[in-house]
């Protein structure tokens, strides 16, 4: 059992998050992370899936992806040179004084940018893989995060080898 | 200018469709409109489920494409079981429902329901029509799903306002449906169909496994050409029953938890199994690990997603099976006898034949044998589900295929009426029967009055034990015949059946089984035969939930 970072192109049309993501759970599969947006080619989305299971029941979801008429294509990127990426935006307590002096520290150090100031607050905003962004939370911490919102994942192969249509 | 209503009529037409099932209600009035004057036959059943059967019935018997019409909520839920039948075997049909109008649409409007969303699961695809413009495509691309790669159902659900919408509307000249999300592969694999030869010549003790695939694609003629070109052993899935002659030689029956001994031993003996069309479904495959365990599998499928679902295949070959065994068949070179294998087979299929016992009680296999031997192979059996669908896939010898009917994988209580009388307007020249539980028939027993309004010539005949009959087996084989609410009360057929119009005989003894089923069979219209059978007789042999298909007990020589 290990993450998989599924890449699946699918038509631009309505239902089409529900028709993949209830086969997950019809399967009994969970989906780790989601994310959603249109791609390089006109009328299509891409959505990235990130889903724990072994080789053989991820690749009957895959199967069964592929079965899907609004489903292009469907790619298995775990095994691949990729990169990947997620974006969280993180609202910390940050008094003036020197808690904000040291978050602001911090955020220079992950490379995070400052996209609000508040009185008492401010709000963070950090791209990088999970574990960085995990790390950058966890530090966080103790100034006292008041909310955190993260994307799911988004992943491209490295290279020049592009995922297309055509099944 | 057309309205949507009359888009889809003709739409039908254009499909090919002569006949629909269906039953109105609001917010299907203006499609009902269009009905009222068109030449398409509209037979109005009496509960939307049996529509769904119906249409699923004359696809299996036709191999074309059937279609049911239901209203909005309740007509469109009540197809739903229908469509799961369909969609559990792979059945062709086109599901249209009445929407409420797209202002309305997620308000909770009266008869709403979210059919695409209930339905998700269980269509092969499915379509919310929102604008009139659409209606053509979406029909269009609605048959070609439904009846191309792995069949399967398809729903087309229409708001009242895209139905009574008018718009410019001219059918261009057909073009093929193109889907960049939809390319079955219909041709196998060069490389694999070699590979999957040199294994059949390797091996010496091999057996071919035949499912409801081949039936789907027109391919047994081809089957037992291969079958008969290497003299190899065959078995068939409950679905796959009339691929081969059931009096062929190298016919061993069907296999799994009710099949022959010699088909069950034979599978567990084999050296190479050859799966055509057929999906090891739990029922087929027993206990898993044991299931062919000394065999390298050759798997035959149209969906990919079949191929090591269950079990490792050793060679896949994805394709229509028809045109897979085509290719195998020119490329069949060599010759190979399997002489050893086929004696130790003829053994098992003579000291194993299924046997019940034969005395004065009138019991339900005699019913079907006498039936089989009066019928010579002609007709169509579709059956309800439990010991009545076991007996007669035991104990009817099938010959052609699309002759047999019968709801496998969903396992519908009630299919069988329904879906007999989508089989006769298939093959309007064939006698059908459905063979019935006096539970299952139950389930559907409104649509005698469908029968009988539109004389439709359907014979039921009722294996009337007064029990629910296969799960009362399960609990006196494994449950100390505790018989927890198994036990229905004495219903009195033949006068349900004159209550709605039909004739029908009650039969209590063996000498009146060969002339009531005569008397049914010479009936221009529909009829009832109530055959009041052994109470507790069961299904044998048969395999406990969770053994190895060669651990069967029951019906062995005393």
Redesign the interface.
């Known amino acids: 059992m290990k993450p998989h970072t599924l890449s699946v192109l ?2 631009n049309k ?2 089409v998050l ?2 993949v993501t ?1 086969l997950f759970s ?1 399967r009994g599969y969970n989906i780790e992370s989601l994310a959603v947006g249109i791609c390089e080619e006109p009328g299509m989305s891409r959505i990235t899936i990130v889903c724990i299971g072994d080789d ?1 029941g991820i ?2 979801v895959m ?2 992806l ?7 294509k469907v790619s298995d990127l775990t095994d691949n040179e990729r990169v990947e990426r997620e974006l969280a935006l993180i609202k910390v307590t940050a008094e003036p004084g020197t808690s904000r002096a040291e978050v602001m520290q911090l955020a220079t150090i992950f490379r995070a940018q400052i996209i609000d100031v508040a009185a008492k607050t401010i709000i963070l905003s950090i791209t990088g893989d999970t574990e960085k962004i995990d790390a950058f939370e966890k530090l966080l911490r103790q100034y006292g995060v008041k909310e955190l919102v993260r994307t799911g994942r988004i992943a491209m192969l490295r290279g020049s080898k592009v995922l297309k ?3 | 200018m057309k309205t949507g209503a009359k888009i889809l009529v003709e739409g039908l037409q254009r499909e090919g469709v002569e006949t629909i099932f269906g039953y109105p209600g609001g917010v299907v009035l203006p499609i009902y409109d269009e009905l009222y004057d068109s030449s398409l036959r509209h037979i109005l059943v009496r509960h939307e489920q049996a529509a769904a059967h119906a249409a699923d019935g004359f696809a299996r018997a036709s191999g074309r494409v059937g279609v049911c019409l239901a209203t909005s909520g309740p007509g469109a839920c009540n197809l739903v079981t229908g469509i799961a039948t369909a969609y559990m075997d792979s059945v062709p049909i086109v599901a249209i429902t009445g929407q409420v109008p797209t202002s309305l649409l997620g308000n909770d409007a009266f008869q709403e329901s979210d059919i ?2 209930i339905t ?2 269980i269509t ?2 499915n379509y ?1 029509v929102k604008r009139t413009e659409d209606l053509g495509r979406v029909l269009k691309e609605a048959f070609y ?1 439904a009846g191309t790669g ?1 069949k399967g159902p398809v729903l087309v659900d229409i708001p009242k306002d895209v139905s009574m919408r008018s718009i410019e509307y001219e059918h261009t000249a057909s073009e093929p449906v193109t ?5 079955p592969t219909l041709r196998g694999h060069a490389k694999q169909i070699d590979k999957a030869l040199e294994m059949i010549f390797e091996a010496e003790q091999p057996v071919i496994y035949a499912g409801g695939g081949i039936i789907a694609s027109d391919a047994s003629e081809e089957l037992v050409r291969l079958a008969e070109a290497l003299a190899i052993p065959v078995t068939t899935t409950l679905m796959g029953l009339g691929t081969i002659p059931c009096d062929h030689p190298l016919n061993l029956g069907m296999l799994g938890m009710h099949g022959t001994r010699s088909a069950n031993y034979a599978v567990t003996e084999s050296d190479l199994l050859i799966a055509i069309g057929a999906r090891f479904d739990d029922r087929v495959t027993g206990k898993l690990d044991s299931f062919a365990s000394h065999a390298r599998i050759i798997h035959i499928d149209i ?3 079949e191929i ?2 269950n079990k490792k295949v050793d060679v896949p070959i994805v394709g229509d099976v028809r045109s897979v065994l085509q290719d195998m068949l020119a490329k069949l070179q060599k010759k190979k006898s399997y002489d050893r294998w086929l004696t130790r087979i003829r053994g098992w299929k003579e000291k194993h034949p299924l046997r019940y016992v034969s005395d004065n009680c009138l019991r339900p296999q005699y019913v079907i044998e006498e039936l089989s031997s009066l019928l010579k192979g002609e007709g169509i059996i579709v059956s309800e589900v439990g010991q009545n669908q076991m007996w007669t896939a035991q104990y009817f010898c099938f010959r052609k295929p699309r002759t047999w009917i019968t709801s496998g994988g969903l396992g519908t209580m009630g299919y069988g009426f329904p879906a007999a009388m989508g089989a006769h307007f298939a093959c309007p020249d064939q006698v059908v029967f459905d063979i019935a539980g006096d539970g299952s028939f139950q389930m559907n027993i409104q649509e005698l009055s469908t029968v009988a309004s539109n004389k439709i010539p359907v014979k039921v005949a009722v294996l009337n034990n007064r029990f629910l009959g296969m799960v009362r087996q399960w609990q006196e084989l494994f449950h100390n015949r505790r018989y927890s609410f198994t036990e229905l009360p004495p219903v009195d057929f033949v006068k349900v059946a004159n209550a709605y119009g039909v004739d029908g005989i009650k039969v209590e003894s063996c000498d009146e089984v060969v002339p009531a089923l005569k008397a049914a069979i010479e009936t221009d219209g529909p009829f009832v035969l109530d055959f009041r059978v052994e109470r507790e007789e069961n299904v044998f042999p048969m395999v406990p939930a969770g053994a190895a298909i060669n651990e069967m007990i029951g019906g062995k020589q005393e």
């Open positions: 699918v038509e309505a239902g529900s028709r209830g019809r053989a690749e009957q199967k069964q592929n079965k899907l008429i609004d489903v292009i249509g055509g099944k | 695409t969303g998700l699961p092969k695809h919310l799903i792995r889907l960049r999300g939809y390319q969906d990919p997603a090591g679902k």
